[in-house]
């Protein structure tokens, strides 16, 4: 099972995936720039002092975008 998966599987986080609505699952699946802002605005919250790692940034940015596919797929 991958982390995509896993995640689908937690009720917390599948609860905030389902709030979101099908135009924005497209729009970071499809819109890597809109990716990024999304996960700079979560990381913002959730780790103020990784905002600013480029590195973190792109792979939460890279991981949302691969989620917010397989959710649109199924």
Do not use: F, W
Not at 32 to 46: D, K, M, N, P, T
Not at 57 to 70: D, H, I, P, Y
């Amino acid at each position: 099972m991958d982390i995509a998966e896993e995640i689908l599987k937690n009720k917390k986080y599948k609860e905030q995936i389902d709030r979101l609505s099908n135009e924005t699952l497209l729009l970071i699946a499809n819109d890597h720039l809109a990716a990024l802002e999304a996960a700079q605005r979560g990381i913002q919250q959730v780790e103020p002092d990784k905002v600013n790692d480029v590195e973190y940034l792109e792979l939460v940015a890279n991981a949302m975008q691969q989620l917010a596919q397989k959710v649109l797929k199924k």
